[in-house]
């Protein structure tokens, strides 16, 4: 009988799943992962009656909870009679994507196209461009961030079918040059904003993309209205190059507060954006966003346009500045929601532990997320948490390993 | 400089898009594709007044516009508060998609995972299947039928990096058999119920899967809901192997009337389930279905309890023998929902632009959709279309070439 060695050049999900399930168990069986409770009011409720506040919710703005985004859902729901009306969007479709996509591309300044999350979006795109249909008609070298986000690393094997698949350092700027130099076009794939907080270097990209036509894909999930005016993102804040050169993806699941996905774009023509409805993957033939989040998005949209949203941004921030005084951390001074406390490989459960049973979820991350030796408890600030709440977090922290901000700094 | 010559073992873009495009852009050109309009009491009315009915919605039962599911929709976000509380729920999770697939456990009399779509589901799971973390630990050879939905297709090359991929005929069971005997693990990837009409072969499958413990994985979008009791679908209503050895995964988009997806297992422990949540793709990471849909669904599944369900089944049913008794096809007779007007390359669009003026839109399917030389009007019926609509699109669609019943047959 033939037994199959397999390739794995892009994934292995032996290694995988062999390191990564045996953390899920060990978090699992310390209570810190399986856990189900109602949200009410901000606060989780177990079923024992356990109540915590979640310090690793992506909610950054807290728009989830808006009564605003949810008589949005309501509203569109009553309005369109159907949560989706099942028909490739190409061929015959109702407004409400149409009416999404304007809203959004206005907030955004750019075309959008929606999806129904961002790692559909991703695959769906990512092929595109290794075949040369979305970008310039050349097949760019894929070039992926050894950190991109796994939604991202997932397209490694599709794209390497259309077109050649490498992985770089993260951030490599050099390597990056170097393969610009040889090949007739390249794309790079990293996180705008990534999950462990810290942002891509847009402007060292940005001289490379002037430079060598560098093709630039970012996913902006975890900035995306927590960051710049109107909540635009890191990227479409900061990228100098808003042209065709430049495709950024950004879920609205976050702090965005509804669900589903935007593709932001400049600069392609008409015929390109009916390429991407008809062969970008699940665009094409899956379910699109349905009409209760295009109502919240189209109400979140809405809080976007006034100075609410600053004001939510505002109150974030000073979280983060809270926090920030309390408990040192390599994130100590960004603006970037995300704080991951040092622990060792070793502690980094029991200390997990013991937050929670002082009524706080802060998530334990670990290899594969992030490399060994690099072990903590990921801290997410929310605007809607309290000055209360994070004191008592930033307490209990410290009892457990964290160090203490120095008084001054 | 280098260039790069893509591979293009498993896809390739120039082909689909060259030969594709192309005949999108005719539809649209004939007012085919592209096509916007807001959905009022079962009918499209487009913004110059241009009224139809949709004869290509995939919601066979019009449980899409049912009032107890919007309803559902609107009290689960009420309930809720929340459109989806935004961290993997392997960590945290409000208890909505528990509910949901505590219900639609029972309802299918499988262990459910609910997942946003139905290719995000097969995305996530393919592969998993093919390092064999979920089966029997053995990697199987990926057999993927000629015919199988793009949303499996697309899976090859993420499958060939962890076992080995071929493609087969449709329904070749020959061919699989030969494998069967060959390799110590087959897994047979197709659709249970096909967009064009037509079933998998479960029971001849299921000779091969007691004989050599082959895998099958069905993708049953099109017939839950509208087919078997309760509406569990073709496969389950059919296949003599529920066991480790038979997955299913179908969309709650469709029939069902909701958003969504249901992956349907049986005999697997608690443990794959959780390697499932914890490692099939953008199910551990990204976007859950949301809790309008989860309230939805809940409300689907209800109605799916009582003899309202019945009674819509028996509705499509008597719909189908309406259309059966005015027009020829090859599908004349069968139970599915899906009928194929046989049209020639050359005519086929003309022929659905006639029809669309007429007040009907049927979709024009051909090559890469189909292959070429067997174009026609894809024609869907459901539970919702009036006697008095089947019989005007009889008319016209014998009016453009389609062949009539013949009297008495």
Known sequence: MKRIEPANLYRNNDKAIGVGNAFWDLSEHNGLAGIVAEL????????????????????YLDLDSHPQVIEGAVAALRRFGVLDHCIPRGRVQIPALLELEASLGELFGADVVSAISAGVASAGLLPLIASGHLGNGVRPLMVFDKYAHLSLAAAKPTCADESEV???????????????????????????SDSLGGYAPVEELAVLQEKYGLLVFYDDSHSISAYGERGIGYIR????????RTITVATLNKAFGSSGAAIMLDGYPKETLRIIERFAGALSYSQPVNTAAVGASLASAEI???????????????????????????????????????????TVIDAGRRVYERGFYVSPVFFPIVPRGTAGLRVMLRAGQTAEQIHALGEVLIEVGALPQAVGE
Chains 1, 2 share one sequence.
């Open 304 to 346: 976007h346009r006034t100075e609410e949203l600053t004001t939510l941004q505002q109150r974030m921030r000073a979280n983060i500045e809270l926090f920030d005084s309390l408990v040192k951390t390599d994130q100590t001074g960004t603006s970037y929601p995300i704080r991951i406390v040092p622990m060792s490989d070793e």
């Open 40 to 59: 009410d009011n901000g606060v989780l409720r177990t079923e024992s009656g356990h109540e915590f506040v979640n310090f690793t919710c992506c909610s």
């Open 237 to 244: 804040s900061h990228c100098p190059v808003l042209d065709e």
């Open 166 to 192: 490498v992985t770089c350092g993260h951030h490599d700027l050099d390597f990056l040059e170097d393969q610009c130099k040889q090949y007739e076009r390249v794309c790079y794939v990293v996180d705008g």
